[in-house]
């Protein structure tokens, strides 16, 4: 099959006049893989469409929000009816609260919840408030992981950062980055040998629960129990960034799904799928930390756009659908895309690994397990790149970038997992056409 991209090509020479790489996030354009990305126009269920009439399978899912897939009757009819009746106040209004006591009702331990427009800001205000609880300064994160684009998170991040290959960018003061401390993921030494000689001057230590910003790699065991271990024993705040993990792991994401192993983080963030595709995000908590917040407290936070009344009616009606059953439907599909992918590299002898936590899965195309971000570096991003260009040809969407998930819809049809794996099949031949190193 050969598309006409004319018309994306065209857009995107436009696009490049006025938007700086002709786009409005750096992953999208295809910097690393190489080609011009396509312009979409339309999605429904599991497919979307770009501006030249292609059809493809959608296995990106706009970096996880569409859970239940684009442009679901339920979510529509929600944000119709909540655009009729205005777009904003800049004021209080109902949605915000029933979003907040539907995401209190799934996580345990989160008492109050405070909306903000992007992860990025939901983790700038963590970040804050712990430095507010601790008064000081040190933040501890993990090279590979990305927790948005605020200065002092900015630095060893992951996904565009890591697909871009920048270590750190320009524009991050030496101050800023000197109170950012990075270490290596799954290295309990590494943070065991910080906390103890600088344990009394760290603020928090932030983590994703299963980082799936440099592709998914999963905790060593007790990973995250020790670290909310080692904060709590030193008086710093554990901040758990479920952005991309939040009510896409479980109904009530990542840590509703290990509460009962007996540790708490302090601060949750979340985005992605609590909007259901528009600008919602949070930042979640005990009543007790949450409350430095301003009005009630001193630290200050604050959003024109905040509780948007039409987004977070999206987010509500998109977690009224997030139920057991889609949860079940999602780890099915996931395991099966996973595994025909595999099968198909493994066919044509290209090196790679399947890691996952539930649903969320990624492909490295290196021929050793990944545990860190060192790891993922180690991958044949070629190889990537020609798979990748394959399957977009062939119709089916993956991220544009060897270092993200992969993210699976409740609308996947079973036709749609068999397209996926004959797609996958030519585009293994294609990867394997580049060498192994
Ligand atoms: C996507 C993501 C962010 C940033 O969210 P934006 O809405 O893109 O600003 C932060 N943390 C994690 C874990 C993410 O996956």
């Not at 200065?151 to 003061?173: C, E, F, I, M, R």
Request: a negative charge; charged letters at 15%; hydrophobic letters at 45%.
């Amino acid at each position: 099959m050969t598309q006409d991209i004319h018309n994306s090509q065209s857009w995107h020479q436009r696009a490049q006049q006025v938007i700086p790489g002709g786009v409005s996030s750096p992953v999208r354009a295809f910097k690393s893989v190489g080609g011009t990305p396509r312009y979409f126009v339309r999605g429904e269920g599991s497919h979307i469409w770009d501006v030249d009439g292609n059809e493809y399978i959608d296995l990106v899912g706009s970096w996880g929000p569409m859970i239940v897939g684009h442009a679901h009757p339920q979510v529509v009819l929600a944000v119709t009816e909540a655009a009729k009746l205005s777009a904003s106040f800049g004021a209080p209004s109902p949605n915000e609260v029933l979003l907040a006591e539907e995401i209190i009702s799934r996580v345990p331990t989160i008492e109050r919840v405070r909306f903000v427009s992007s992860g990025t800001e939901a983790v700038m205000t963590a970040v804050r408030l712990a430095r507010a609880a601790t008064g000081r300064a040190l933040i501890v994160k993990f090279a590979g992981c990305y927790h948005g684009h605020s200065d002092a998170l900015l630095v060893q991040a992951g996904s565009g950062v890591a697909t871009l290959g920048l270590p750190n960018s320009p524009g991050v003061t030496e101050g800023q980055a000197q109170d950012t401390l990075v270490l290596e993921y799954n290295n309990l030494q590494q943070l065991q040998e910080l906390f103890a000689t600088r344990g009394s001057d760290i603020a928090a230590v932030i983590t994703e629960p299963v980082p799936a910003n440099m592709g998914v790699v999963p905790p060593i065991e007790n990973f995250n129990a020790t670290i909310a271990a080692i904060t709590k024993q030193h008086g710093a705040i554990f901040i758990f960034d479920e952005v991309m993990t939040g009510f896409r792991i479980s109904r009530g994401g990542y840590f509703a799904a290990h509460h009962t192993e007996g540790w708490v983080p302090d601060l949750f963030t979340f985005g992605k799928v609590i909007g259901g595709g528009y600008p919602v995000a949070a930042i979640a908590g005990g009543a007790q930390i949450m409350e430095l917040l301003a009005p009630t407290g001193s630290v200050y936070q604050a959003g024109t756009l905040s509780g948007n009344p039409v987004a977070t009616a999206a987010g509500l009606a998109t977690l009224q659908l997030c139920d057991e059953a889609l949860y079940k439907t999602l780890d099915t599909r996931a395991a099966q895309v996973g595994s025909a992918i595999s099968e198909a590299l493994a066919a044509e002898g290209v090196a790679h690994q399947l890691q996952n936590d539930g649903n969320l899965f990624s492909i490295f195309f290196t021929d050793q397990p990944v545990r860190n971000f060192a790891d993922a570096s180690k991958q044949n991003t070629k190889q990537f790149a020609a798979f990748f260009n394959a399957m977009l040809e062939n119709g089916v969407s993956i991220p544009p970038s060897a270092f993200e998930a992969w993210f699976v819809s409740g609308a996947l049809s079973d036709s749609d997992c068999e397209r996926i794996s004959r797609v996958a099949r030519i585009s293994a031949k294609h990867a394997s056409q580049f060498s192994h190193s």
